[in-house]
């Protein structure tokens, strides 16, 4: 007789699958990060390289509330052409078991032989890049000033089916952008402009649909030290 599996309790934690195994990690945590950042603080991303992992991501959020609103909201989600399957994860983050106490050090063998192998890496060159990467993704840089904003471009205040986006970050796609735009009705497409990693255009079939997503995504944070801002594109 088959028995059901009982859902797994409500977590901080969420775990993905399904994920398209050709995008690469970086941009893959960047994406996942833009998209699920709507839903509350994330205080973590973490996704599988090896051949066992792949395809795999946790998102780690602050509270329980923002993780159940972004499951029952992102489950399915056309993610890179393949819907997102998303379930609670079975076990605590450590980032969550720091934040309420209960984070246990893990065996100090281990431990110390990883911040070797770390050290190794850094005197040839390779661990400051992915530390940089790695604190971009969890929202901490430490020493690092955040990027001052850009000089802003005025947009209009007429209703316009196009949106001009400005204070982009220097990572941003336009695989990225649509992501985050075609979750609204009328989403037509996405234009980034030559030259300009800060600007980009999006256009909704109506000047109604597109207020919808300017009222909802402006200043949307795609990382935690870019707001996005959005007006109406001159007519």
């Given at each position: 007789m088959n028995q059901s599996v009982p859902p797994l309790p409500p977590s901080q934690t969420l775990y993905i699958n399904n994920l398209n195994e050709k995008v690469k990690m970086e941009e893959l945590k960047k994406s996942l990060y833009a998209i699920f950042s709507q839903f509350g603080e994330i205080l973590?991303?973490?996704?599988?390289?090896?051949?066992?992992?792949r395809g795999q991501a946790f998102v780690v959020f602050k509270d329980i509330?923002?993780?159940?609103?972004?499951?029952?909201?992102?489950?399915?989600?056309?993610?890179?052409?393949k819907p997102m399957r998303i379930n609670y994860a079975k076990k605590k983050s450590d980032a969550v078991a720091k934040l309420d106490g209960s984070y246990i050090a893990k065996d100090k063998t281990k431990f110390q032989k990883g911040l070797k192998d770390k050290r190794k890496s850094h005197e040839q060159g390779g661990g400051e890049p992915k530390r940089l990467m790695e604190n971009m993704i969890t929202g901490s840089q430490p020493g690092i000033q955040p990027p001052q904003t850009a000089r802003p471009i005025n947009g209009s205040g007429v209703p316009h089916k196009i949106l001009f986006l400005q204070n982009l970050p220097s990572e941003t796609t336009e695989m990225?952008?649509?992501?985050?735009?075609?979750?609204?009705?009328?989403?037509?497409e996405t234009r980034l402009v030559p030259g300009r990693?800060?600007?980009?255009f999006v256009e909704f079939n109506t000047d109604t649909e597109a207020?919808?997503?300017?009222?909802?995504?402006?200043?949307?944070?795609?990382?935690?030290?870019?707001?996005?801002?959005?007006?109406?594109?001159?007519k």
């Open positions: 973590e991303i973490v996704a599988g390289k090896s051949l066992k992992t509330n923002s993780a159940s609103n972004a499951l029952r909201s992102m489950q399915g989600f056309p993610f890179y052409e990225m952008l649509t992501m985050l735009f075609e979750q609204f009705p009328g989403f037509k990693h800060d600007i980009a207020a919808q997503a300017k009222s909802a995504l402006n200043h949307f944070k795609i990382t935690p030290t870019n707001a996005m801002q959005i007006t109406f594109a001159n």
